[in-house]
């Protein structure tokens, strides 16, 4: 590999930051059907909103912003050089990424039992809009599952580098770019949450 | 090479989170009263509000320079545009 | 030529074209005699060296935004107003429905009258609706200078007039999928009189004929996609199906039927209830189609062995 | 490819001799971003060649009515993989995977690009990608037939493999987000002291506004496609009407990424013309802020114009409005381009060297192919022209006239830098007066074709257009000669021919500061620029 004479911290971030722009567009995409669709089924929607269990997506709310908290946490823990602190921190964040997969998995469950998944008959005999409402649901909170899963085992990564002290105080553009990648996931948490369980 | 670095103390992180939380129990109460199509608004500008200030405390944005700050508003400017524009077809069709 | 009240679709278009190629024209000159000019006069051997090193000139710029911007503002508007006549459906225009499936048309007339082909009267617009029964297709009439996709689940329209008499090549414009190029057939406009003639002859489906199997199962497109003598289509061939047995995908199970009437008529109005194993859920369905249509398809079918 | 040019880099540091590693591995593997600008070149090459053939068999197809050489579910698939081959393949990471990398870093002085591991990341997703693709040609339900547009609701019901296909692209689009980002670091970052954005060279500022379309649409085409997937494989139903979903949904999606994407294509071919030209007239660019800038407004006005493709659609009148309009404004600073490089040409001292006449032929096709993109962005006409050859010749024109004849010119332009030996010039000039005359004769042919009414997509057609398609296709035949000619001329060069050393084309930007073919590490200390990029004093020739 080829050896840097110097690491480029603010380059490194300016990427991750580019990254997580497109990020942001790709969920866009889902938000944008889904204000098109809103607004022509708003009734559909409310409907289908008032199926999701608002409690179990404001408790996963908590955690998730609780998980940031624990990602923010970590990044200063790692900055002041407290690496034992940063690791628990992160294993916060990781212990939360857990807790919200599994409240999602009986979320999930609950609605496949009820025959609601994408393509099922159920929704295919009811009103037009409400297929569109549990599609766009299943899809993006899939998508979102999918980014908590990365961002866990990304943050998991980082975590084994702290222990192994390849990130610490002088070095730690990674943890940083790391909790740049959670804090995102749960930016789109803040904006799914509203928009599928609340607006009713 | 520290010399980057703003550390943001522990203390303003969890004020930041008791405030993110605040803000989750008042979309919430929003929402619950029928408030007819100003719910929505009000849920989205406190979706907004929440996300400005996870952006600007734990993504340090507060603290970056100003490039960064201009390039997420282009990305923001884009996805807005992209859905405007959509709209000129979806309100008029 | 023009007394009708209104202008025509292709009288409101050719003059945008017209007017869009000539200024096009004159740029594209413009920059080819000035480019080979330049390389001509300024080549190596005629001049060594560079003779100026300007690096721009304000004045220049300004002149080469402003002036296309003006002619590009022009194009636009042009464009946008001749388009609106496109859009703008003479009062009193016929009415007549297109149906669109992979991959034949059907036009359908007030009175129920149906017919492959488009006719329409000299000199009265006609607007046509467009409707699709499974896939995206478009309504492309190159000598009226009309296109409109025709959309499921969407409520199109085109509408144009046929100045003379004649028939117009009618296409399908949108890619639809094998026979996408198959689908094509012709506008036949006729003088008045005889289009009202041609209208109120017996109408096919509602009158006492009986309809014939072979031509029904051409216009309906059937034959695009099933054939005769065995050889593999999109679906099944025809060959030998009657009172054979066929595997068939019913509600998520696999089950071995035998095709008799009944899985016939099922298999023509509601193809999706059934799918022959090996085959896409692609048959465009029937449901509306009279009875004794199928029943002659039906009896198309079992003749073909 | 070692052995054979060993002779000519004789200097150790040399990259093609990089430190002790050799053979397959120490390319494959290489960070190295020249040896990456290699792979992506051969690799999008590769598949400028398949794309290629499958081009002339639907000429040949389309030579006479009827039947011809293959059937019409064949055809389909031919000109579906023709074009996902040609857009997601070839052109799109063209010039930004191949030249970009081998030329941008050492245009802005830097060592490398900013995460070398991630463009080697990039690379392997894109191979990784096409190999997909291809695969889908031969397994499941055959090659997709839904064009490459992949409209829905005919991709979700076709019974042929689209879904990997679909999948193919979608990692194809991973590749060339990770470019952009790339791109976008590294010019902003390692630009070494003194590559002030004033100095940039324009072909760099062309990477970094094409960089930021890469950045910011193609996300909306991975979403796309992952929406074609589920509709597929799970039968979502977003886009089927029947379950109130609505198909111009999904065309406003695919669109928002094509329309940009065709930016992505077209600006840095603009680039490579706005770097050969000035050093070939021997005279500083015209107006290199306005044409700094028009690359930027190209890329954000171009984002904002994908309606145009639906004016017929389906989708309101309102819409068709907005979207005519947006259009028409992109074709300004399009015009500011054009009319910048012709006045560079002004009392310079011109050679027509074979990347001169690459350049300076994009000028025209490029014109012919965006003033035909007027007439489609007009929505009365375009409503005549949609959906027929006169688009297959628009896009063609400034596609291939555009972007791959800018692709011709960098090849002849910067291939010799990086392998030390040349081509021979007279064969290039035959092979350019070939293709040049082969390309009208075929594609603006096509375009007299739409005119007429002939639809595009279609494997058979009427017999009164049965002439001009068989002149069509001998153009293809013009075409396809001058092409084999320029590339065994070009090839051959490259390995065995005249060697190439020093600044023999006397341009004045920082890849030709350094020895040829540049060392491993680019610049042996971090250089300090002084002058602009096309500030020729002093430079010989
Ligand atoms: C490299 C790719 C590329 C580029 C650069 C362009 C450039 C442009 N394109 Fe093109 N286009 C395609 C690739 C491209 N296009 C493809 C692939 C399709 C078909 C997709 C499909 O359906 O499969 C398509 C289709 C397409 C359509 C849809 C057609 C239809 O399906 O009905 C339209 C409509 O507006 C359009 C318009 C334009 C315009 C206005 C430009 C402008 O950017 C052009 C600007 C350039 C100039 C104007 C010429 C240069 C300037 C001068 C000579 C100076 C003088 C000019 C003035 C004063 C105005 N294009
Ligand atoms: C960069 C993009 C690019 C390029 C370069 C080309 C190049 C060519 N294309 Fe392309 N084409 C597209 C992009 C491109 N195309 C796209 C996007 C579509 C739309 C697809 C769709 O509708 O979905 C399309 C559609 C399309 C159609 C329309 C199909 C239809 O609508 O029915 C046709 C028809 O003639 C055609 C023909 C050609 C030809 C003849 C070439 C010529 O360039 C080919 C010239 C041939 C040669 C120059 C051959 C020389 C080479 C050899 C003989 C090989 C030698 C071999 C070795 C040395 C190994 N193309
Ligand atoms: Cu129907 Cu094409
Ligand atoms: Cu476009």
């Known amino acids: 590999m080829t050896t840097h004479p110097h690491k480029d911290y603010a380059g490194a971030k300016l990427g991750m930051w ?183 | 090479m520290n010399e980057h670095h703003h550390i943001i103390s522990y203390k303003k992180l969890t004020a930041i989170w008791l405030a993110l939380l605040a803000l989750t129990a008042l979309t919430v109460a929003i929402t619950r009263v029928e408030l007819g199509g100003y719910k929505v608004l009000g849920a989205l500008v406190i979706a907004c509000a929440k996300a400005g200030l996870v952006i600007a405390v734990f993504m340090h944005m507060k603290y970056e320079g100003r490039l960064l700050r201009w390039l997420l508003f282009l990305a923001l400017l884009t996805l807005a545009i992209f859905i405007g524009l959509t709209f000129f077809d979806v309100l008029y069709r | 030529m023009n007394q009708l009240p209104f202008i025509s679709t292709t009288a409101a278009v050719d003059p945008v074209f017209m007017f869009l190629f000539g200024a096009c024209l004159v740029l594209l000159l413009g920059i080819t005699v000035t480019m080979v000019i330049f390389v001509l006069r300024y080549h190596r051997s005629r001049a060594p060296h560079p003779t100026s090193q300007a690096e721009g000139n304000l004045w220049l710029e300004i002149v ?202 099922e298999s023509i109005r509601q193809p999706a209830a059934t799918i022959v194993e090996g085959f896409p859920p692609i048959m465009p369905g029937n449901p509306d189609m009279p009875d004794e249509q199928v029943t002659a398809l039906i009896e198309f079918i079992k003749s073909v062995k | 490819m070692d052995s054979n040019v060993q002779k000519v880099t004789a200097q150790p540091s040399c990259f093609w001799n990089d430190t002790g590693k050799s053979g397959l591995t120490s390319w494959i593997f290489s960070t190295d971003h020249k040896r990456i600008g290699l792979l992506y070149f051969y690799a999008t090459f590769g598949f400028f060649l398949t794309g290629v053939l499958l081009g002339l068999l639907l000429r040949v197809e389309l030579m006479a009515p009827g039947r011809t050489i293959v059937g019409p579910q064949t055809y389909n698939a031919l000109f579906t993989v023709h074009g996902v081959v040609m857009i997601f393949l070839f052109i799109i990471p063209g010039i930004p995977g191949a030249f970009g990398n081998m030329v941008m870093p050492i245009q802005v002085g830097a060592r490398d690009v900013s995460f070398p591991r991630l463009n080697l990341l990039s690379w392997w997703l894109y191979i990784t990608g096409a190999i997909i693709i291809l695969t889908s040609l031969f397994s499941g339900g055959g090659a997709p037939d839904t064009g490459w547009t992949f ?289 009208n004769v075929l594609y603006f042919t096509m375009q007299v074709l739409g005119m007429k009414g002939m639809p595009r997509r279609y494997y058979d057609y009427l017999p009164e257009f049965a002439t001009l398609n068989l002149v069509a296709t001998v153009g293809s035949w013009i075409l396809a000669a001058g092409l084999v000619i320029m590339l065994v001329n070009l090839f051959r060069g490259l390995w065995w021919g005249a060697p190439f050393e020093g600044n023999p084309w006397g341009g004045a930007t920082l890849e030709w500061s350094i020895p040829t073919p540049p060392p491993t590490e680019n610049f042996v200390e971090e250089p300090t620029v002084t002058h602009g990029p096309y500030d020729f004093t002093g430079i010989g020739r």
């Open chain 3, 64 to 265: 080469w935004i402003v002036l296309p911007t003006l002619l590009v503002l022009g194009m636009f508007w042009y464009g946008w107003k001749e388009y609106l006549v496109l859009r703008t459906v003479p009062t009193g225009a016929l009415p007549v429905t297109a149906t669109a499936r992979m991959w034949s048309w059907e036009f359908r007339y007030a009175n129920g009258k149906s017919s492959p082909k488009l006719y329409v009267p000299v000199g009265k617009p006609v607007r046509v609706e467009l409707i699709s029964t499974d896939v995206i297709h478009g309504f492309f009439l190159p000598a009226f200078r009309v296109k409109r996709d025709v959309v499921p689940g969407m409520s199109n329209y085109a509408w144009f007039v046929a100045t003379k008499p004649g028939s117009y090549d009618l296409f399908c414009s949108q890619y639809c999928g094998t026979q996408h190029s198959a689908m094509v057939t012709t506008v036949e406009a006729l003088p008045e009189a005889q289009f009202a003639a041609w209208l109120n002859e017996d109408k096919r489906g509602t009158a006492a004929a009986r309809p014939d199997g072979r031509k029904l199962a051409t216009e309906k497109g059937c034959l695009g996609c099933h054939s005769l003598d065995g050889s593999p289509g999109v679906g099944p061939t025809f060959k030998g199906l009657f009172a054979g047995q066929v595997t068939v995908v019913k509600g998520g199970k696999t089950v071995t039927l035998t095709a008799d009437e009944a899985f016939l008529t």
């Open chain 1, 18 to 200: 580019l990254f997580l722009f497109t990020e942001l567009l790709l969920f866009g995409g889902m938000f944008l059907l889904y204000s098109v669709y809103f607004k022509r089924y708003p009734q559909e929607f409310a409907a289908g909103g008032r199926q999701l269990d608002w409690i179990m997506g404001t408790v996963n709310t908590v955690i998730l912003l609780t998980s940031s908290l624990c990602a923010a946490m970590a990044v200063t823990a790692v900055q002041r050089d407290e690496l034992r602190r940063a690791v628990a921190l992160i294993g916060g964040t990781i212990l939360c990424a857990a807790g919200f997969m599994v409240i999602k998995y009986v979320e999930w469950s609950a609605k496949i039992g009820h025959g609601i998944y994408p393509g099922s008959e159920h929704l295919k005999s009811g009103p037009p809009g409400e297929s569109v409402f549990f599609s766009l649901y299943f899809i993006t909170t899939g998508i979102h599952g999918l980014h908590v899963l990365i961002g866990g085992a990304l943050l998991a990564w980082i975590a084994l580098k702290i222990k192994g002290g390849e990130v610490n105080a002088g070095n730690d553009i990674l943890l940083e770019n790391g909790a740049l990648y959670w804090h995102l996931v749960d930016l789109i948490w803040i904006f799914i949450f509203p928009l599928y369980y609340l607006i009713l």
């Open chain 4, 151 to 439: 409209y829905v609701p005919f991709s979700s019901r076709t019974g042929t493999n689209v879904s990997l296909a679909v999948f193919g692209v979608f990692i194809v689009g991973f590749s060339s987000i990770l470019t952009g980002v790339n791109f976008v670091t590294t010019i902003h970052r390692l630009r070494a002291e003194g590559m002030t954005w004033g100095r940039l060279p324009l072909f760099t500022w062309s990477l970094y506004a094409t960089a930021w379309v890469q950045i910011l649409a193609t996300p909306i085409l991975a979403i796309t496609l992952v929406l074609i997937m589920t509709e597929r494989l799970l039968g979502a139903g977003l886009f089927d009407p029947a379950r109130g979903g609505d198909p111009i949904m999904y065309q406003h999606l695919f669109w928002i990424y094509s329309h940009p994407a065709v930016y992505i294509m077209i600006l840095p071919a603009m680039g490579i013309v706005s770097d050969i030209i000035p050093v070939f007239s021997r005279k500083p660019i015209f107006g290199y802020k306005m044409i700094a800038f028009s690359s930027i407004a190209i890329a954000a006005a171009g984002s904002l114009v994908w309606g145009h493709h639906m004016f017929t659609s389906g989708m309101s009148d309102t819409a068709v409005m907005v979207f005519s309009f947006l259009t028409f404004v992109v074709a300004i600073p399009s015009a500011i381009k054009v009319f910048n490089w012709v006045s560079t040409l002004y009392r310079g001292s011109i050679s027509l060297e074979a990347p001169m006449l690459f350049a300076l032929s994009f000028i025209l096709l490029f014109s012919i192919g965006g003033l035909s993109g007027l007439i489609l962005g007009s929505a009365a006409t375009d409503v005549h022209v949609h959906d027929t050859h006169f688009v297959v010749g628009h896009f063609h024109y400034v596609m291939f006239g555009g972007t791959g004849f800018a692709i011709f010119a960098a090849m002849h332009y910067w291939l010799p830098k990086f392998y030390g030996r040349r081509y021979a010039e007279k064969p290039a000039v035959v092979a350019w007066a070939l293709m040049f005359t082969g390309f």
